[in-house]
């Protein structure tokens, strides 16, 4: 199956920046999309940004112009570059990834890292 293993989530202050990155790992035949979504406290999970395997990329609205989303599809990692941080970004930061995981099978499945807080706080 496929792991994905998140890091770089932790505390900052407003106007602050942090970078998480994630590293799938397993059997991966190929990844379509990988991404960040966000859950915070009494919210349901959303969209944070998504890229594709030809590097074409989504923001949700709210993060437009202060995070930025790349991959290294060679080594399998997604980053998140997240500058200009608000306390409204502070939640529990899940690394995503669209990715098939046989080669038996061209089916593709989602797969979630086990996520990793980001706090922004006054």
């Known amino acids: 199956q496929v792991q994905l293993v998140e890091s770089g989530g932790g505390l900052v202050q407003p106007g602050g920046s942090l970078r998480l990155s994630c590293a799938a790992s397993g059997t991966i035949v190929s990844i379509n999309f990988m991404g960040w979504y966000r859950q915070a406290p009494g919210k349901e999970r959303e969209m944070v940004a998504v890229?594709?395997?030809?590097?074409?990329?989504n923001y949700v609205d709210s993060v437009k112009g202060r995070f930025t989303i790349s991959r290294d599809n060679a080594k399998k990692t997604v980053d998140l570059q997240m500058n200009s941080l608000k306390p409204e970004d502070t939640a529990v930061y899940y690394c995503n990834c669209n990715a098939r995981p046989s080669y038996y099978s061209g089916d593709y499945y989602d797969f979630w890292g086990q996520g990793t807080q980001v706090t922004v706080f006054l």
């Open positions: 890229i594709s395997s030809s590097g074409r990329t």
